[in-house]
């Protein structure tokens, strides 16, 4: 899968992302995604979620899928990821419907807080870099009208996955640990 500019943005974001289909296969992530899992991306891209999620946590994921089936997006979701070498860790999702240019749900742009990390001085960068991402993005979306359908659903799933993530206070989500 060609990335686009936008996708570009992400591919060594301080914040966890992975991009799944509309059934939870896993297209493509970011190099933190794969570090924090213990995976090359590779071994990731092509693996349903729930193989890094440990199965007393099953239903959590199940919640977070309906919820996203239900409304196209979910934010504040607490779940517990599984790393490969099998510890856990306790993580936020956030995440955002893409669509076809029918309006057909493509799938999901998904970032990931580690709960373990939210102190302050993590959060200040994530807001750096979701400040920077914005300006990064406007820059792009000024060709929008050239991008091909792909790159359109592409920019406008990122687009309204940064202002998601724009308008989140992140020293709240401290208090979600």
Same mark, same amino acid.
């Given at each position: ?63 977070s899928l309906q ?17 490969? $070498? !099998? ?5 936020? @999702? ?6 076809? /240019?029918?309006? #057909? %749900? ?49 920019? $406008? !799933? ?5 202002? @998601? ?6 020293? /709240?989500?401290? #208090? %979600?640990?």
């Open positions: 899968m060609q990335q686009t500019e936008a996708r570009k943005i992400l591919k060594d974001a301080p914040v966890m992302w992975r991009r799944i289909n509309s059934i939870g296969v896993i297209l493509d992530c970011n190099s933190t995604y794969a570090a924090k899992l213990g995976y090359g991306k590779s071994e990731i891209i092509g693996k349903v979620i729930f193989e890094h999620v440990p199965k007393e946590s099953w239903s959590e994921m199940n919640e919820r996203w089936f239900e409304t196209g997006e979910v934010s504040h979701r607490k779940i517990t990821l599984r790393k490969q $070498d !099998g510890d856990t860790f306790p993580v936020l @999702l956030h995440a955002v419907s893409l669509y076809d /240019e029918n309006n #057909n %749900l493509l799938g999901s742009n998904t970032v990931i807080f580690d709960l373990t990390e939210l102190e302050d001085d993590k959060i200040r960068e994530y807001e750096e870099f979701f400040k920077n991402a914005e300006i990064r993005l406007d820059e792009i979306g000024k060709d929008y009208e050239q991008f091909d359908e792909n790159a359109k659903s592409e920019y $406008d !799933g990122l687009k309204k996955m940064f202002d @998601l993530l724009s308008s989140t206070n992140l020293n /709240e989500l401290k #208090n %979600l640990r």
